[in-house]
C-alpha cells in the first residue's frame, strides 16, 4: 500500500486505530534484514500472534477494524514484543462465525440427520446428531425445535455453511450441549462477552454477590442465564442486564 | 434475511413472566412506553418513538383532477412501508400479511374516521383539487407499530401546510410559501389506535406489547379512538374470542390512553409552533439527542432486589447441583501437563452411553467453567463454583510409555457413578502444544 510509513506498534497500544494504519514491527537481531517470521515454524520467541482486527503486510501488521489497539507478551515478556499477540478490541453487535468459538445456538429445524441452528449469522450452521456425548444412532439426543444448544464451531469460513459441535475431540462435551429447560436468553453485543470471559471479570463477582446464578455465554452475543427468578416484586431479568448493560460503555 | 427465532425458554419465560403480572421491561400490564415526538424543519414530517419502535411520517400535497364520481373532494392517499432495517426479518418489496393489515388498520383508521375534511382540499370543483399524500416509514420495530404509524400519521397531518390557494373568477393562484403564510389542514379530530394483546386464550391482557411479548401472543385487539370517546375502528385478529366485558374493558382503557396521548401531541404541535415563531432552531438536529455511540437513550427501569437473594437461594437448592468443576492439571508422565481436551477417548464405551442418554435427558445444564492462564483469548463458558487444586493423573492409552504417578482418580472411572462427574474443558491451542510435545518425542 501507498500509504506512508506506518508507526512501531509498541507505540500505538492502547490507542485507537483505523483501518488502513499500517503497524510496524520491532526487527529481531537475529533475523536477516527486516523479515518477521510468523508461522507455527519459528522459533518460540519470535512468533508473533496477528488477532482479530489485523492483518500481517510486508511491512508489518495493517489494520483491517477501528478500534483499540491490544498487546499481550508473550510469558517472560521482558524481550520487548518479540513474541506476544497483537489485537485489535472493536465494537460490534453482528457475530461472523469463527472456528473454535463457543456458541449459542437456536434450533430451527429438523432434517434428517442434521439440525439447523441460528447462530446469529449469515448462514445456519448445521449439527450432527451424533455431534453430542454418548450419542449412537440409536441414541439419539432428545432436541427439539426452539431448543438452545452450547457448542463449537468445527468449520466456520466464508464459503461454507459453519458446522457445529458439541464434544470436544476427545469426545466428551465439555459442558457443551443441549441448554436448559428453564431460564432465559438475551442479546448482548460482542464486547461485552469477551468482557465478561476475560479472567477476574468484576461483573460476574458483583453480580454474584447478590445472587447466586448460573450464566452459558455465547461468543455470537447470546448469554443464558438461570434462574430467572421470577419472585414477588422483583425482575432480575432486568436486574441483571441493567447492571451489565451500561457496563458496554466501559 | 431471516428473522432470530424465538427460543423454547425464552417463550416459557415470558408466559411465566406474564401470568405472574409481570413484563420484561418492568411496565405494569396496562402502561405504555414512552412517546417521544419529534418535528423536522419541513412541515408535516415527524418521527414518533414508542419505546425503541420508531416511525417516520412525511405529508405532501399535490393538485390533481379529482375522483370522477367525487368531483369536490380532496384525495388521501395512506402508505405505511416496513424498512428493511426495522428488523432482520423485513425484506424491500416483499408484500407480508403484516404489511398488507397494517396499512388497511391506517387506512381505516384515517380515511373512514373522516378526520380530515376532505370537502376543504376542493380548489376547483371537478378539475383541481388537494391530493395529499401520507407515507409512513418504519425505522425500527420494537412492537406495536400500529400505535406508532397512528401517533405519527396524525401528529404529521396535523402539522402540515399547504400551500394557500385563492380562486378568482377562472384564475387559481397558487401562493408559494414566501408570498403567504402555508395553511393547516382541517382536522375534526385525532384517532389513535392502541393495542392489546391477549395471552392464554384471553386470560391475560397487556397494552402496549413490545416485540418479544408480540411473538408469544394469542391475539391482539386494535381500538382506534379519538379523545371524545369515539371509536373510529377495530380490529381483532389472530383468532381470539373474546367476551363483551373484556372488549368493554379494553375501550375503557383506550379511552383512558387515548386522552393522555392527545395531550401529548397537543403539546409537542404547540412547542413546534412555538419554536418556529421565536425564530428558535427546530427541525431533528435539534430534538434528536446527541448520543455518542447508540442511537437509543437507555431508559432506566425500577427494579427491586430487595427479595432477590432469599428467592434464588431457594430456587438454586430446588434445582440439581451443577457439575463439579476441576481446573487442576493432569501428569501424563514427569515434564508433560494437561489441561483438559485430550482426555482418553472415549467413544468405544457403549453401556455409558445410556446412562449418558438418561442423564441428557433430564435437562442437566452442563456449563462448566474454569479459568485457565493462555495466551488466545478466553472461549469458555463460565459457571460459579469452587475448584478444587489437586493434581490428577490420567493414563492415556495412546502413549505407551505414560508412567502414572499418582493414580488418585481416574475421570473415566468417574462417569459410572451418579455423582456429578468431573470435567475438563479446555482449548485447542493446547492440543496443538500437546501434540508438538509428541512430536518432540
Known amino acids: 500500500m501507498a500509504a506512508g510509513s506506518g508507526a512501531p506498534a509498541e507505540s500505538c497500544v492502547g490507542q485507537v486505530v483505523l483501518p488502513g494504519d499500517v503497524l510496524l514491527l520491532p526487527a529481531h537481531p537475529e533475523d536477516d534484514g527486516e523479515r518477521l517470521r510468523l508461522g507455527a515454524g519459528a522459533a518460540p520467541r519470535g512468533r508473533l500472534l496477528c488477532g482479530p482486527g489485523l492483518r500481517r503486510c510486508p511491512t508489518g501488521l495493517l489494520v483491517t477494524k477501528c478500534g483499540l489497539l491490544r498487546h499481550r507478551p508473550a510469558g517472560g515478556g521482558a524481550a520487548g514484543a518479540a513474541g506476544g499477540a497483537y489485537w485489535v478490541d472493536s465494537q460490534q453487535k453482528r457475530y461472523v462465525p469463527v472456528k473454535g468459538d463457543h456458541v449459542i445456538g437456536i434450533v430451527t429445524a429438523k432434517a434428517g440427520d442434521v439440525f439447523k441452528l441460528d447462530v446469529g449469522g449469515s448462514e445456519q450452521a448445521s449439527l450432527s446428531y451424533l455431534a453430542f456425548e454418548g450419542a449412537t444412532k440409536r441414541n439419539r439426543p432428545n432436541v427439539q425445535v426452539g431448543d438452545l444448544i452450547y457448542g463449537q464451531f468445527l468449520v466456520a469460513n466464508k464459503d461454507m455453511e459453519p458446522e457445529m459441535v458439541c464434544i470436544d475431540s476427545s469426545g466428551r462435551s465439555s459442558g457443551m450441549g443441549l441448554i436448559g429447560q428453564d431460564g432465559f436468553l438475551f442479546k448482548v453485543s460482542l464486547g461485552l462477552i469477551r468482557k465478561l470471559l476475560a479472567p477476574k471479570c468484576e461483573i460476574i463477582q458483583e453480580l454474584s454477590q447478590l445472587y447466586p446464578f448460573e450464566l452459558v455465554l455465547g461468543m455470537n452475543g447470546r448469554i443464558w442465564k438461570c434462574p430467572s427468578c421470577l419472585t414477588l416484586g422483583s425482575s432480575p431479568w432486568a436486574c441483571g442486564l441493567l447492571v451489565l448493560e451500561p457496563l458496554v460503555q466501559l | ?441
Open chain 2, 1 to 441: 434475511m431471516k428473522a432470530t427465532p424465538l427460543s423454547n425458554c425464552e417463550r416459557r419465560f415470558l408466559l411465566r413472566a406474564i401470568e405472574e403480572r409481570k413484563r420484561l421491561d418492568g411496565r405494569q400490564c396496562y402502561d405504555y412506553r414512552n412517546v417521544r415526538i419529534s418535528f423536522g424543519a419541513d412541515y408535516g414530517c415527524c418521527i414518533v418513538e414508542l419505546g425503541k419502535t420508531r416511525v417516520l411520517a412525511q405529508v405532501s400535497c399535490e393538485l390533481v383532477p379529482p375522483k370522477p364520481n367525487r368531483p369536490t373532494e380532496g384525495i388521501l392517499f395512506f402508505n405505511l412501508e416496513l424498512s428493511p432495517m426495522a428488523a432482520p426479518g423485513f425484506e424491500p418489496g416483499r408484500q407480508t400479511d403484516l404489511l398488507v393489515r397494517l396499512n388497511r388498520l391506517i387506512e381505516r383508521c384515517l380515511r373512514n374516521s373522516k378526520c380530515i375534511d376532505t370537502e376543504s382540499l376542493c380548489v376547483v370543483a371537478g378539475e383541481k383539487v388537494w391530493q395529499i399524500r401520507l407515507d409512513l416509514h418504519l425505522l425500527n420495530h420494537d412492537g406495536n407499530i400500529i400505535d406508532a404509524a397512528s401517533i405519527a400519521g396524525i401528529v404529521a397531518l396535523c402539522h402540515f401546510r399547504r400551500p394557500d390557494v385563492s380562486v378568482q373568477g377562472e384564475e387559481v393562484t397558487v401562493y408559494t410559501p414566501e408570498e403567504r403564510d402555508p395553511v393547516p389542514l382541517s382536522i375534526h379530530h385525532m384517532p389513535i389506535c392502541v393495542s392489546f394483546a391477549f395471552f392464554q386464550q384471553g386470560t391475560y391482557l397487556l397494552v402496549d406489547p413490545s416485540e418479544r411479548e408480540e411473538r408469544v401472543m394469542d391475539g391482539v385487539l386494535v381500538i382506534a379512538m379519538n379523545k371524545h370517546r369515539e371509536i373510529c375502528t377495530m380490529q381483532s385478529s389472530g383468532g381470539i374470542m373474546l367476551v363483551k366485558d373484556q372488549v368493554l374493558r379494553c375501550s375503557k382503557i383506550t379511552a383512558v390512553k387515548v386522552a393522555e396521548i392527545t395531550e401529548l401531541i397537543q403539546k409537542a404541535l404547540e412547542n413546534d409552533q412555538k419554536a418556529r415563531k421565536e425564530g428558535g432552531k427546530f427541525g431533528f438536529a435539534e430534538s434528536i439527542p446527541n448520543q455518542k455511540i447508540t442511537a437509543f437513550k437507555m431508559e432506566s427501569a425500577a427494579v427491586d432486589t430487595n427479595n432477590v437473594e432469599e428467592q434464588a437461594e431457594e430456587i438454586i437448592t430446588k434445582a440439581d447441583p451443577p457439575s463439579e468443576v476441576s481446573t487442576t492439571p493432569i501428569l501424563h508422565t514427569p515434564g508433560t501437563a494437561q489441561i483438559g481436551e485430550g482426555i482418553e477417548n472415549s467413544w468405544g464405551d457403549l453401556e455409558e452411553s445410556d446412562r449418558e442418554e438418561a442423564a441428557e435427558e433430564e435437562g442437566e445444564s452442563e456449563a462448566t467453567a474454569f479459568e485457565c492462564q493462555k495466551m488466545e483469548t478466553e472461549d469458555t463458558s463460565t459457571m460459579l463454583e469452587t475448584k478444587k487444586d489437586e493434581p490428577i493423573v490420567v493414563s492415556d492409552s495412546e502413549e505407551e510409555e505414560v508412567v502414572i504417578l499418582e493414580p488418585q482418580e481416574l475421570p473415566m472411572k468417574t462417569r459410572a457413578q451418579t455423582n456429578p462427574k468431573q470435567e475438563n474443558a479446555s482449548k485447542k491451542a493446547f492440543n496443538k502444544r500437546r501434540k508438538k510435545k509428541r512430536a518432540a518425542y
